[in-house]
């Protein structure tokens, strides 16, 4: 029992919940009730028997029988108090440990971002802007060359990222459907730069 109290007690490390679960299954509450039942009895029996000596021995008996009943039920209260704190604490640090793990990806990843998105995004809008004012030439040739029978010049996206099989040019198309929002030293592409300038470059 001693030993018990001894898992009890805080000491440099306190112990998890499992340890004071382990703990908490060591007490045999029914083993000590029956152990200070059985002391009652030989008390009896030494009453009965008019052996003085007898009685004290059995008297001291069923005294540290109780002792340790109560030592027991004791022990058991405040187990079951200390695993519902140690569990709510374990609980606790595993957030906080989670927690500190992604604020710290996502720290790292932001400064990744911070660093390459608007230099990659400047980067693409300027192709973009190339690619619409060469696309726009394209239409316009294409049509004087179909009415003079002359076969069409090839789209410069379609070139450079053909569409998949089927009728799907606007569905991928490069021009139409690329979002980049926009940032310091990047003006953005697409909608998001259209609603961006309407609201004043709040971006």
Not at 19 to 29: C, G
Not at 117 to 139: D, F, G
Request: glycine content about 6%; overall charge negative.
């Amino acid at each position: 029992m001693l030993e018990l109290f001894k898992k009890i007690a805080a000491g440099p490390t306190p112990p998890t919940s499992a340890q004071l679960k382990e703990a908490l299954s060591e007490i045999d509450e029914a083993a000590l009730a029956a152990a200070a039942k059985a002391a009652e009895s030989d008390v009896r029996e030494a009453l009965l028997a008019g052996n003085e000596r007898g009685l004290e021995k059995a008297e001291a008996a069923l005294v540290a029988a109780r002792r340790n009943l109560d030592r027991g039920r004791f022990a058991r209260d405040e187990l079951e108090k200390r695993i519902v704190e140690t569990e709510a604490a374990e609980a606790r640090a595993a957030f906080e440990a989670e927690r500190a793990e992604v604020e710290a990806e996502a720290a790292a990843v932001a400064a990744e971002l911070k660093k390459v998105y608007p230099t990659a995004s400047r980067q693409i809008v300027a192709v973009l802007e190339k690619l619409a004012v060469v696309e726009e030439r394209i239409a316009k040739t294409n049509a004087r060359l179909a009415e003079n029978g002359f076969s069409p010049v090839p789209s410069a996206e379609e070139r450079a990222i053909p569409t998949p099989p089927g009728n799907l040019q606007g569905i991928f198309s490069v021009l139409r459907t690329t979002e980049l929002r926009p940032c310091l030293g990047s003006p953005g592409w697409g909608d998001i730069r259209h609603r961006n300038n309407v609201a004043g470059g709040v971006l």
